[in-house]
């Protein structure tokens, strides 16, 4: 029965809490365990890093994730839509520092906080299974994975070349630099050689790029970012040697312009810069070792920086003809890129044109275009014909390229290689805000592993946060004894990439309470892979890349049968104020707080998923919800509408209304088109409250529109159902409505009618009108007759629904 203390007037802030709270007391979000034959689906949202509150942004991301798992919910699968916190990182540690508190206290300060705002918005989320990256039950596991990766030869110390972010005093890796800056707080990156800890994902480049092909339900542009990242490239590895017979590798993907290499360029690291260089030449080359020195990689690979080379006064023998060839030291080669040494083949590389040209080395083509094709004045990189050179002129390209490499060895001077853009994922901290490294430095027995009954390695609390890594400078936890031999030793103090978190969480969502293991294998396989996954694109080569490392170990590991984390995925565009993407960093956020004052988490809802497609970008310009606000008081008015006659007519009406609006707010849903589907419901309301009738067709149809809303605003939709229209159970635990195809069938039809094959006139009939009829009503239209001009038609042509066609001999001259 209705619920006769209901206000006339909506009042949201109201109604809210109270369906808040009637929800937290029925569990209605927990998880269910499926029903014999049910189907299950994972909807997950990225988490978040609780280093402040929410913003507009998140509402956007979120309430796309929420709708569709409301949506499935209502079409009867279990549906798993787990939250959780990335808490773990240097937002989080930068931002207690900034304001002289502990990070712990910080983090779970903002937890609570951000907490209250999801569940504020309504979002469905299991509670229950909440995890949080920084608590010990849960970086026990993270632990847990790196021993397991050490094991299988996927986790290593080495020293490197790094990228040092000089503000936040941590090194990053590859992808987190961004034209030359980190990419959290923008600081120009610095180059600098420690001891860092990597994970090996080259050693799965070539799965993590065969498997893009299984991907189909990921953007396309994605796909190609991450097919780019990996970066393979089929050539070959040259040797060339020095004059003393030293060997230098060189690896090109173009082994058809072996013949018109006239240099090689070694990168300042290159350990036989020293011994090569003659004394005339040592000042010049150590003036630009400097000089390299003071660039970060990346700024040395730009196309915006100057190519500098300096002559090392030696020369190498080609490989072919035995010709000797200078050898130069460039700013622009890198040691970590390819075996640190290129040859130069100016006639055929744009780069290597210009540098010859800049320093007078020679220039000879190899390569002759096809015929019909200008070379042009600077360098020809396309293919073609071989050319001067010595038993392969003559031969095209392609198959050149494939001689050479059998002639190189044969002669045991190269070989064909891939190489990959990708590099190992360096995983080292020098933070103390991150999941301890649980590895061991031992005099004696050298690098010793936590054992697993000792994990979780924790975080020792009252350290100082000064310069540097603060677990380096806190003795009691860095002194330890080795669970090998029992002597003194040192505890890593390096602390994981945040992203080495999140590579996994997904996966203890399923068994979030698992205190023997990282994960139920029984609970992986009844959820996984994710079926959706809604997140930004700007982690493409990033999280989204690791987690598809991580799960591929894991699956080769024995761990879990599923080889892909994520089957679906959405990725929804940025809200943009003045030309920046909306984000804490930028400093540029807009709360939801106010607008859920002053018009409802609903409204606020509504509004930001009507701001146009969920994909795009939205500019935050002047936005206004009142008029998702008024939308959402006409639909309580509905609900409030009292029963009255109903004649035939009227009820055929309005089970068209609800028809149409059940098919398109379906279709859009599956689509992700949710700004239609909103305007889809605003034109139901407007109509079924125009509609004279309102008996049994009257109030199916409001219950059909009511449900149809719930997954975009689910407190008024509860509230209607429950409170208005006396329903028992949960509106989000009803059945998605359908409908009856007969009731969205066209009921007239647009005809086009012709005369010889000329459109003449349109017209609108009822569909299935007979052929008879049709002809009768088309030869009868003014302009048909005007056009026939007296003539009697030959012959009439009709196509039911869709076409007349009057076939008539021409007009007399």
Not at 156 to 166: F, I, L, W
Not at 228 to 242: D, L, N, P
Not at 618 to 638: I, T
Request: net charge negative.
């Amino acid at each position: 029965m209705p619920d006769s203390r209901v206000q006339e007037r909506y009042d949201p802030v109201a109604v809210e809490a109270r369906w808040l709270r009637r929800w937290d007391e029925e569990e209605l979000y927990r998880t269910p365990a499926p029903a014999a034959g049910q189907k299950t689906f994972y909807q997950l949202e990225m988490f978040p890093y609780p280093s402040g509150e929410l913003h507009m942004g998140h509402v956007r991301n979120y309430s796309i994730g929420d709708v569709m798992a409301r949506f499935r919910r209502m079409q009867g699968h279990a549906v798993l839509h787990p939250m959780g916190f990335d808490a773990f990182g240097m937002p989080a540690e930068n931002a207690a520092i900034e304001r002289g508190v502990d990070p712990n206290v910080f983090t779970e300060r903002n937890i609570e906080r951000v907490r209250t705002q999801c569940r504020r918005m309504g979002w469905s989320y299991d509670w229950s299974r909440e995890v949080v990256t920084s608590h010990p039950d849960y970086y026990r596991w993270t632990q847990w994975l790196f021993l397991l990766f050490y094991e299988r030869g996927l986790a290593y110390r080495k020293e490197a070349s790094v990228n040092y972010c000089p503000v936040d005093e941590t090194v990053l890796a590859n992808e987190q630099v961004e034209d030359g800056r980190c990419w959290r707080c923008g600081a120009e990156v610095e180059q600098r050689r420690l001891n860092q800890w990597f994970f090996r994902i080259t050693a799965y480049a070539d799965r993590l790029l065969d498997d893009i092909a299984l991907l189909d339900g990921w953007p396309e542009r994605i796909r190609l970012m991450q097919t780019h990242w990996i970066g393979r490239s089929q050539g070959a590895e040259v040797k060339f040697t020095t004059e003393d017979g030293r060997s230098i590798p060189v690896f090109t993907t173009r082994p058809d312009t072996l013949f018109g290499v006239t240099f090689l360029v070694l990168a300042p690291e290159h350990p036989l810069v020293e011994t090569l260089v003659d004394p005339a030449h040592r000042p010049a080359v150590e003036g630009l070792i400097a000089a390299a020195g003071r660039l970060a990689e990346f700024q040395r690979a730009s196309e915006e920086t100057e190519k500098i080379g300096v002559p090392t006064g030696a020369f190498a023998r080609h490989p072919l003809t035995g010709e000797l060839v200078p050898i130069l030291v460039g700013n622009y080669v890198l040691m970590s890129y390819g075996t640190g040494a290129v040859m130069g083949v100016p006639a055929h590389d744009t780069r290597d044109f210009a540098f010859a040209r800049r320093y007078g080395l020679t220039i000879r083509p190899v390569i002759a275009p096809p015929p019909g094709v200008d070379p042009g004045e600077g360098a020809y990189t396309g293919e073609g014909v071989l050319v001067n050179s010595p038993g392969f002129d003559g031969m095209a390209s392609d198959a050149a390229r494939a001689a050479i490499v059998a002639e190189l060895e044969a002669r045991g001077m190269g070989q064909g290689r891939t190489t990959y853009h990708l590099r190992d994922w360096l995983i080292s901290r020098q933070r103390y805000w991150g999941a301890p490294i649980p590895m061991i430095h031992c005099p004696r027995c050298d690098l010793v592993p936590v054992p697993v009954e000792a994990l979780p390695v924790l975080l020792p609390p009252g350290v100082r946060f000064g310069h540097g890594s603060p677990l380096a400078e806190h003795e009691p936890f860095w002194r330890t004894t080795c669970p090998r031999c029992g002597g003194p030793a040192r505890r890593e103090t390096d602390t994981m990439d945040t992203f080495v978190d999140s590579s996994w969480y997904f996966l203890r969502f399923c068994s979030p309470h698992d205190d023997r293991r990282p994960f139920d294998p029984e609970a992986v396989e009844r959820y996984m892979p994710v079926d959706e996954y809604v997140g930004g694109p700007e982690h493409a080569v990033l999280h989204l890349l690791y987690a598809r490392f991580f799960q591929k170990v894991l699956f080769d590991a024995g761990l879990t049968r599923v080889t892909e984390p994520f089957h679906r995925l959405f990725t929804q565009g940025m809200l943009v104020q003045n030309g920046a993407k909306m984000s804490k960093s930028k400093g540029n956020i807009v709360s939801p707080e106010a607008w859920m004052d002053r018009v409802g988490a609903d409204a606020t809802r509504v509004h930001m998923l009507f701001a146009g497609p969920p994909d795009r970008d939205v500019e935050w310009v002047d936005p206004r919800p009142e008029g998702a606000a008024r939308f959402l008081g006409r639909l309580w008015r509905l609900g409030q509408e009292k029963s009255g006659p109903e004649t035939p007519e009227a009820a055929r009406a309005i089970r068209r209304i609800a028809a149409h609006a059940v098919k398109k707010v379906t279709e859009d849903i599956e689509r992700h088109a949710f700004n239609t589907a909103i305007a889809a419901l605003m034109e139901a309301v407007r109509d079924l409250l125009d509609q004279p009738g309102r008996g049994p067709a009257f109030s199916a149809a409001v219950r059909d529109v009511v449900r149809l809303t719930a997954p975009f605003a689910p407190f008024i939709t509860e509230a209607i159902w429950r409170e208005l229209l006396g329903e028992a159970r949960s509106v989000h635990l009803a059945s998605w409505p359908v409908y009856d195809p007969e009731d969205v069938r066209p009921r007239t039809s647009e005809v086009v009618i012709q005369v010889n094959g000329r459109v003449r006139d349109r017209i609108e009939v009822p569909v299935g009108l007979a052929s008879e009829e049709l002809e009768r009503a088309a030869l009868a239209r003014e302009r048909i007759v005007e056009a026939l001009g007296g003539r009697a038609p030959r012959r009439v042509v009709v196509i039911p629904d869709r076409l007349v066609n009057v076939v008539a001999d021409a007009p007399r001259p």
